[in-house]
């Protein structure tokens, strides 16, 4: 069973909480019911502020991921591992601007390069210094000889289809069922379909457009296959023999909780693809520094030909990022495929990137979050063991989910099965105890920062703990969950 989907434009794959109307007050629904009545009177001035934006902005907010039920919440700053809403309401920040936030709120190292850099000009669409240390830091860690950089995770793995078509002269590219990999058209194909859409089989799933705005043109030169399984792919790839440029794909899937490649399969992959000429190309936008400090492919141990990043490296400001081979990256280099921008590669983006690498995301950093994220881990399933949930906890890096599911989802469609109000009553409780988490917290991951502590991780797991004992007791009552 799945939430409703929210009828927000452009939100698809993203889940509001379905009506309540009925309840009995002894159900899963009815405490849905009553954290949203906490929620609310808790935010009276996001409240408002909501009104007044919906009069300028559309449906009230700056992007529609930010619509969620009960209502959006304004966020007035934040500072080292906490963020505080329009009503003065601290939270410990487990939501991390969808991942971006790595580096925390505020790191001192981010404002020193920063503020260094606005004051000696802010912007000259020309390369600058910090860029080549920046490239060269990337290379080292990814692997990857050959940098351009972007402004967004869209730009990146746009850049990156063009590129791969660019090489190999062919038009088809293969994605994976229920990845997202930005707004652009060509990736706008079966990001979070329902069983409804007309999906296909899992063995060969169709292709679906995302939202409308999609030409169906578009969408009939994406292959969606499925994830954890070669066979798809092979099929695909025999199916339009030499028309494949190439496969873009989350080394781990991150739009479905967090679902690990099986052993081998992206090795695998990598062969698969290059017997039959096509490139394969990492989107690690999520994964990227999250994941560790050479990311998911360092974590994986397998170096695809593309490799996309964003989010976490830019320190919370704007930058992407897309690396290659050398025989790649001379398509760009000798003016085969022109990859452009006017603000790629800004002064203020490289400073903040720069430092990032440099004095943040370092190895003592990560095996602080490696030994917080292991406490989390172990906490929040005692807390299932303790409460008989149907749930396990998942992480990756930085990051990790709760997957409310006896058994390992392997591949979208298992994701599908999960229901999704045990993620929202999640996000509520834990809203209400002063974590914030990213709504749509089925499809969403928390973000460990390097400026959280034990005090925060108690916070998190304390709230957890009530969440797991209330629902627990329903379970154990007897209670209807359906």
């Not at 009506?19 to 009995?24: K, M």
């Not at 995301?361 to 917080?372: D, K, M």
Request: include cysteine.
């Amino acid at each position: 069973m799945v939430l409703d989907r929210t009828t927000a434009p452009g939100a698809a794959g993203h889940e509001g909480a379905r009506g309540h109307e009925g309840n009995d007050g002894n159900s899963l629904d009815a405490l849905i019911d009553e954290q949203e009545r906490v929620l609310l009177e808790r935010q009276a001035c996001s409240h408002a502020l909501h009104g007044r934006a919906s009069q300028v902005l559309a449906g009230g907010v700056t992007s529609s991921w930010q619509i969620t039920r009960p209502q959006a919440i304004f966020i007035e700053r934040g500072a080292g591992s906490k963020i505080y809403d329009a009503d003065g309401n601290e939270y410990v920040d487990l939501h991390g601007g969808y991942g971006a936030g790595l580096a925390g709120h505020a790191h001192p190292a981010i404002v020193e390069a920063v503020t260094r850099q606005v004051r000696r000009g802010t912007h000259f669409a020309q390369p600058c210094e910090d860029a080549i240390v920046v490239g060269e830091h990337l290379a080292e860690r990814f692997g990857m000889p050959q940098w351009r950089f972007t402004n967004s995770g869209t730009e990146a793995t746009m850049d990156a289809v063009h590129l791969m078509r660019a090489v190999t002269g062919r038009d088809l590219i293969i994605k994976v069922e229920g990845c997202y990999h930005g707004h652009h058209d060509a990736v706008q194909v079966s990001v979070a379909p329902e069983e409804d859409d007309g999906i296909g089989p899992a063995t060969c799933p169709a292709s679906v457009p995302a939202s409308s705005g999609i030409p169906r043109a578009m969408v009939d030169l994406t292959l969606v296959a499925t994830f954890n399984d070669l066979g798809s792919v092979a099929h695909l790839l025999d199916a339009h023999p030499g028309a494949v440029a190439g496969m873009i794909i989350e080394p781990i899937m991150m739009n479905a909780g967090i679902i690990h490649p099986d052993e081998g399969y992206l090795a695998q992959l990598a062969s698969l693809l290059q017997g039959h000429g096509a490139l394969l190309c990492f989107d690690e936008v999520k994964t990227g520094l999250a994941a560790g400090y050479g990311g998911a492919t360092a974590a994986t141990g397998v170096t695809p030909d593309v490799i996309c990043l964003a989010k976490a490296i830019g320190g919370g400001l704007i930058t992407g990022a897309v690396g290659a081979t050398r025989d790649i990256m001379a398509h760009v280099a000798n003016g085969d495929y022109e990859m452009v921008g006017t603000f790629n590669g800004n002064p203020l983006s490289m400073a903040a990137t720069r430092a990032m690498l440099e004095q943040v995301a370092t190895a003592g950093a990560y095996e602080e979050l490696g030994r917080l994220r292991r406490r989390v881990a172990r906490e929040l399933g005692a807390s299932i063991a303790r409460h008989g949930l149907p749930a396990h906890v998942v992480s990756a890096g930085a990051k990790g989910c709760v997957t409310f599911s006896t058994t390992p989802v392997r591949n979208y469609r298992d994701f599908l099965t999960v229901d999704g109000r045990f993620n929202h009553l999640h996000w509520l409780f834990q809203l209400n105890g002063g974590v914030f988490l990213p709504p749509w917290g089925k499809t969403e991951q928390w973000l460990l920062s390097v400026q959280h502590d034990d005090a925060d991780v108690s916070r998190f797991t304390d709230n957890f703990e009530q969440f797991a004992a209330a629902v627990g007791a329903l379970l154990r009552g007897g209670n209807k969950i359906d």
